[in-house]
Every structure is written in structure tokens, then in C-alpha cells.
């Protein structure tokens, strides 16, 4: 709290990420109006997807999406119409991850309080099964959980970093795109609970990071140790790449992010030009949540914006985005400004796929793209650069 107000400062940037997102009423409705001109024949999708206009729940929407809307999509339709709405709508799949991340935006009078409700709401969709190895631990002043797939290498470690614009997300919602990681990288995955910003701004999210990257290192019998990191918790895998090799600390065996946020300057074109294909308001989530993140921090800061960082000298790295979220230039800008440093970087590109599109543990292209993240990582544990 400041010395001002006895609001929390986190019930503040709620209301600034509600205004930003929602407008006022009537901007709410132009939205809406401008949504069902678009959609034509399949507002009901729309209702759907953009959540809050008609209440349901995360789980009551999933549910909508297979009782109705799939049967609307099976329909033999125009090409007129399949121009409305792009080809991804004619899996059940893709529109129940679009209508999960709409879950996120879909309380207009929401706090952050909420926003963080929302979003484990969405995370509890992702069962851990049953068979995986879990401990919380404290890792070098971090909060940490440690999870594993049954039989699994000892000596290799994948540190993993959750999304949710640095103001939202947590451990245990990560722990089954944790397991998935173990299972396909061959190793134990230590998930970290970095503190959220509003109370914690940075560089505290890129300390917690640092820290529970250096503990692993440290631990008994472990020799190789990567990080993983998704939307914001990309960023901040990039973030502590740059700060370990400038602090000549040893560097991870290689990193992978999906959907990374490195731009909170929000300079990337996509922000605007792929604004109708994200069920995200990615531009207006960057500013308000980026803003609550870096503080009074200059956006363009490289430790906190790392697109403008020096990326030479970093350990190979493997980009997942898809083409239909805001943040897909991004991931391309990254991929660029590494290989033009001199550095090793593939971009694997999702067609028709969303915002962190491999979390999403129902997809079958996430269940694919979690072999071919642990295939990056065995490589990088194997042959060591």
C-alpha cells in the first residue's frame, strides 16, 4: 500500500487491467456488436468464447462448446461462411482452449484477486496423474515444487516457470505440463513459485528464477539442468538467461519458451494486426499487466524487457508460438535478434493455434509439441555446448 490509500495495490491494478480490458458500458457493447458482425452466423461462438456475456463457468462453457457449438461446426456450410470463422473452429479441441483462455477475461468488474481465481480455475482443468513424484521445496529462497514422472533421470533438471502476465499463475497449476516435461525430457522438473507481482515487481519474478536455477545446479548427483518458461514465464527464462551470463554464472544446458512476453514496450505489430484472431486482449493485458510488473522500470529495460537485451552468448533455445495470438511477433523478433546474434534458435510455429498452446494438455498438438520440446531437451542434455 502506498502512504496515500488503504487500497491494496493489488486491488488497484485489478481495476486498471478491468477498465483496460472491459472500457465503459458502451464501449463494451460496441465490442460486442463489432464481434457479432464478424462472427455472422456463428455468434454463438462468440457469446461463447469472449466469456461473462452469458455467466457460464469455465467447466459449463467446455461443456457448451461440445453440446452446441460443435454440432454447428459439422454443418455443412458455404465457403462463405468458413470464411467467417478460420478452419481451427472445426476442433472441438481448439475452441475449448480458446474458451478457456476467454475464462480468463471474463468478469468485467473483476480484481486482481479474481483474475488470479480465473486463472487457476483454467489450471485446474489439467489433471496431474496420479503416478507423479511431488515435493514442495525451498529452492534457495524460492518456492518450489519438485514433480516427476516414474523412473525418470536423477542427474538432469528442467526448471520450469509458469505463466500469467507475472500478476497471476502458481506451481501447483504448472505441476501437469510439469510431469508431461519430465516424462518427455527424461528428467525432474523443479517448478517454481516466483512472487507476483503488483506486491513483488520486478526484479523480483527474474530473482526467484535466478535463484531457484542456481539451487538446482547445486544439488547432489545433478548434472545437466535446463529452463522452460510459458507467456510471462518465458520472458523471465529469457530475463534470467541474460542476467546469469552477464554474472558469468554457468548457463543452462538449453531453454525453451512457449508464447514468450519479452516486449513489454508492446512494439510488436501482431498486437494489433492478429487482435481478431486471439481470444486474448494481449495488447491491452501487456500494458496493463506489464505495467504492473515492471513498475516505474522503463519498458524497453533489457532485464525486464529482454528483446532489448544483448542476446549473444546464450544457450540454445527452442520457440513455440501460434498464429493466432497477439504475442506471435514476439516469438519471431526473439528467434531473430538471437540468430543474428550468433546463437541457436528454433521457432516452431502452431497454424491456428493460440497462446500458449502447448499447456493445454487435451490438444493433440500439445501432447506433439511436448515430444518435440523433450526431444530439444535430451539433444541439449546429451551434447552439452
Known amino acids: 500500500m502506498d502512504g496515500t490509500s488503504s487500497t491494496p495495490r493489488a486491488t488497484v491494478c485489478g481495476a486498471d487491467v478491468n477498465a483496460r480490458i472491459w472500457g465503459t458500458p458502451d464501449e463494451q457493447i460496441a465490442k460486442h456488436e463489432e464481434r457479432k458482425a464478424v462472427a455472422g ?18 467447466a459449463e462453457g467446455c461443456e457448451l462448446v461440445t453440446r452446441e457449438v460443435k454440432p454447428a461446426l459439422e454443418k455443412d456450410v458455404t465457403d462463405q461462411r468458413r470464411s467467417n470463422r478460420r478452419d481451427f473452429m472445426a476442433s472441438s479441441e481448439v475452441g475449448r482452449a480458446r474458451t478457456l483462455l476467454a475464462h480468463l477475461v471474463s468478469e468485467p468488474e473483476a480484481t486482481m484477486d479474481d483474475y488470479r481465481r480465473l486463472y487457476d480455475e483454467v489450471l485446474a482443468n489439467f489433471e496431474l496423474p496420479g503416478d507423479a513424484e511431488v515435493e514442495e521445496v525451498d529452492a534457495g529462497g524460492a ?5 516427476s514422472a516414474p523412473g525418470t533421470a536423477r542427474d538432469q533438471v528442467v526448471v520450469l516457470v509458469h505463466g500469467g502476465g507475472w500478476c497471476m499463475g502458481n506451481a501447483k497449476g504448472y ?15 523443479l517448478v517454481v513459485d516466483y512472487r507476483l507481482a503488483p506486491e513483488n ?8 528464477v535466478v ?29 534470467a538467461l541474460v542476467k546469469l551470463r552477464d554474472d558469468g554464472a554457468p548457463l543452462p544446458n538449453g531453454a525453451v519458451v512457449c508464447s514468450p512476453l519479452v516486449d513489454l ?14 481470444p486474448l486482449p494481449a495488447k491491452t493485458l501487456v500494458e496493463a499487466m506489464g505495467g504492473a510488473y515492471r513498475g516505474g522500470v522503463d519498458p524497453k529495460d533489457p532485464l525486464a524487457s529482454p528483446l532489448y537485451a544483448d542476446l549473444s552468448g546464450l544457450p540454445p533455445l527452442r520457440v513455440l508460438v501460434g498464429t493466432d495470438e497477439g504475442l506471435h511477433d514476439d516469438s519471431v523478433r526473439l528467434v531473430d535478434k538471437v540468430r543474428a546474434a550468433g546463437g541457436e534458435a528454433e521457432l516452431e510455429i502452431g497454424e491456428g493455434l493460440v497462446h500458449i498452446w502447448p499447456v493445454f ?16 531437451l535430451r539433444k541439449r542434455f546429451a551434447n552439452p555446448a
Open 143 to 147: 518456492a518450489a515444487i519438485w514433480v
Open 175 to 189: 505441476r501437469e505440463f510439469g510431469y508431461r516435461i519430465s516424462a518427455s525430457a527424461d528428467a525432474r522438473v
Open 361 to 376: 494438455n487435451f490438444l493433440p498438438e500439445a501432447q506433439a509439441s511436448t515430444e518435440r520440446i523433450g526431444e530439444f
Open 201 to 208: 515487481p520486478f526484479p523480483a519474478p527474474v530473482d526467484d
Open 41 to 58: 452466423e456463428y455468434e454463438v461462438i462468440s457469446v461463447f468464447q469472449y466469456g461473462g456475456l452469458c455467466g457460464e463457468t469455465a
Open 265 to 278: 514496450a508492446g512494439e510488436g505489430a501482431s498486437l494489433t494486426d492478429r487482435a481478431h484472431l486471439d
Open 211 to 239: 535463484a531457484a536455477y542456481r539451487w538446482a545446479r547445486e544439488q547432489e548427483g545433478v548434472r545437466r539442468v535446463a529452463l522452460v518458461g510459458d507467456s510471462a514465464g518465458g520472458g523471465l527464462v529469457v530475463s
